[in-house]
């Protein structure tokens, strides 16, 4: 069996916890619910985590709202500890690293194929679509019946990570979970409704910035947008605002590649790079800066001043779009 270490390990044990990479989108989210609610209904203790709270976009999710704050270092550790969605133990936040660096059973459950495989047991199918794919297919090994519950999770996991199932990735078997999931009773049309057209005004705000200052280069292959430090606060907004602006700047005709430089005021840049074209892959260039994620969507966090930061790695999409 294709999970069969998994399922022992799940079946041996009675207490789980269930985390995903900060600032978490609907894959992170909607797989750490399908897990969560998948081990709840074998009798497991579960606890999910994130080390920030789950965006608004996705609370209407049943359980979002016992995805919590990390675990007090007074609070007793659950017995393993799955991690999905994560391409790197760093990726769960600084917090949540050191909270439970050192756990002795940890699962790494990942579709990136920059993944570090840096858990005790690691299932990492870098083909997979979305985290959400790999779950689904769990929650079947394990015998266990898809409720409306999970499969709205999983439906919100798989139709994000897929950009409303628009990207390559998006293959036959994809839209196949996809029909079974609908089967399942989901409201596909209040699901959609709620994930893409209901835009907080916050959010509205911060698009119309990146619009009105974003950079088309390169003839035209090239587009990107530069937050400033202050931007968030002069614009009376919160880091959620600013979670998917690099798909504003990537939908431009004739756009190769677009990339989304942020300070985040502590030191460090956020980079989010996507990728419109097959021969230029954004996870080889995150890698350089030490970044990671898929060949179509990567991204990056380094120290440095925007400008310095933003010279760097524009010079090496440059030179990946010649």
């Known amino acids: 069996m294709k999970y069969a270490d998994l399922i022992a ?5 009675e207490s789980f916890g269930v ?16 897990m969560g609610l998948a081990l709840r209904a074998m009798g497991k203790q579960v606890h999910m985590w994130n080390e920030d709270s789950v965006p608004s976009r996705y609370a209407f999710l049943s359980g979002a709202q016992d995805i919590g704050a990390l675990p007090g270092p007074e609070e007793e550790l659950p017995q393993v500890l799955i991690c999905v969605d994560t391409g790197d ?17 940890i699962v790494n459950i990942d579709h990136h194929g920059t993944n570090s495989a840096y858990g005790h047991l690691n299932i990492i199918e870098g083909g997979a679509a979305a985290c959400g794919c790999i779950i689904l297919n769990i ?8 409720d409306a519950a999970m499969a709205a999770a999983l439906y919100t996991a798989i139709s994000t990570d897929t950009g409303s199932f628009q990207y390559g990735s998006t293959t036959a078997e994809v839209m196949r979970q996809a029909a079974d999931l609908l089967e399942c009773g989901i409201d596909v049309g209040r699901i959609n409704c709620l994930l893409y057209q209901e835009i907080p ?13 974003m950079v088309v280069e390169c003839k035209g292959q090239i587009s990107h947008y530069s937050m400033p430090a202050g931007t968030k606060a002069r614009l009376g907004v919160g ?3 600013t979670k998917d602006l690099v798909d504003i700047v990537r939908v431009v005709e004739g756009v190769r590649v677009s990339a989304i430089f942020e300070d985040l005021e502590d030191g460090r840049i956020r980079i989010s790079l996507r990728s419109k074209d097959p021969a230029i892959n954004v996870a080889e ?19 440095g001043e925007l400008e ?11 030179g990946n779009v010649q």
């Open 89 to 105: 133990w760093k990726r769960l936040g600084d917090d949540a690293m050191a909270r439970f660096n050192g756990h002795p059973c």
């Open 201 to 213: 005004w916050d959010t509205m705000r911060v698009n119309a910035e990146v619009l009105n200052n």
């Open 139 to 146: 929650i079947r090994a394990l015998g266990l019946t898809v």
């Open 239 to 241: 880091l959620e605002a």
């Open 19 to 34: 985390i995903s990479h900060f600032r978490p989108d609907g894959d992170a989210i909607g797989s750490t619910l399908a």
């Open 9 to 13: 390990l799940i079946r041996g044990h």
């Open 308 to 318: 310095t930061v933003r010279k760097q790695v524009l010079e090496k999409i440059r």
């Open 285 to 303: 260039i995150a890698a350089h800066f030490g970044g990671g994620g898929h060949a179509m969507a990567a991204g990056i966090r380094m120290k």
